[in-house]
């Protein structure tokens, strides 16, 4: 199994800047694709970043040019740097995970844009 922490939320005005981390545990050397997702109030959760462990990132249409994940793979990290912030970013963004033993998710980390 694989246990998922994200950290880095909060409240920051549009425009600003935020970084998510994604802490994970576990068979983390089983895992070939990390991303992130979100989840408006009354919406489905949408796709922010995906990236496998071969192949190409891909973004939400959305956020493309103004969000980018990272992976540091020796010290089991992911993050989702995320600038020119808007108000319809705000969701509950979610680290995601999937390899060989199944999809992990986190609890989710609260971001909200708002002057």
């Known amino acids: 199994q694989v246990q998922l922490v994200e950290s880095g939320g909060g409240l920051v005005q549009p425009g600003g800047s935020l970084r998510l981390s994604c802490a994970a545990s576990g068979r983390t050397n089983s895992i070939y694709v990390v991303g992130w997702y979100r989840q408006a109030p009354g919406k489905q959760r949408e796709l922010v970043a995906h990236m496998p462990s071969v192949g190409s990132t891909q973004y939400g249409d959305s956020v493309k040019g103004r969000f980018t994940i990272s992976r540091d793979k020796p010290n089991n990290m992911v993050y989702l740097q995320m600038n020119s912030l808007k108000p319809e970013d705000t969701a509950v963004y979610y680290c995601?995970?999937?390899?060989?033993?199944?999809?992990?998710w986190g609890p989710g980390t609260q971001v909200t844009v708002s002057s």
């Open positions: 995601f995970e999937a390899g060989s033993y199944g999809n992990f």
